[in-house]
């Protein structure tokens, strides 16, 4: 199994990004895809997930609102379209696959993981 982040990059503060996570490797339609993040200096912590086969999407709290999680109906890529950016959301930003009910604790076994894209937003 393969996963690859792309789209980070260095933003200012109200700006967007959109991550994307190509897969390959595994029967991804009978898993769930999730995001996560790492900031500087913090533990990582869960952005968001979703089905492959698409459903409803789970949010951490810094998320809500101003990020979406979506896949392509191909189910070989996930996004994360970022919005209205704050600084505090600097980090490396990593996608990662396994059962839908695990994705939500980031420190949970999960079946594959990106090498991550970095995010940096600047005031």
């Known amino acids: 199994a393969q996963l690859v982040e792309s789209g980070g990059g260095s933003v200012q503060a109200g700006e967007s990004l959109r991550l994307s996570c190509v897969a390959s490797?595994?029967?991804?339609?009978?898993?769930?895809v999730g995001w996560y993040r790492h900031p500087p200096g913090k533990e990582r912590e869960f952005v968001a997930a979703i089905r492959w086969k698409g459903g409803s999407p789970q949010y951490g709290d810094s998320a809500k609102g101003r990020f979406t999680i979506s896949v392509d109906n191909a189910q070989t890529t996930a996004y994360l379209q970022m919005s209205s950016l704050k600084p505090e959301d600097t980090a490396r930003y990593y996608c990662?696959?396994?059962?839908?009910?695990?994705?939500?604790?980031?420190?949970?076994?999960?079946?594959?993981w990106g090498q991550g894209t970095l995010v940096t937003v600047s005031s």
């Open positions: 990662a696959v396994g059962p839908m009910e695990l994705l939500a604790d980031p420190f949970n076994p999960l079946d594959a």
């Open positions: 490797g595994l029967a991804f339609s009978s898993y769930a």
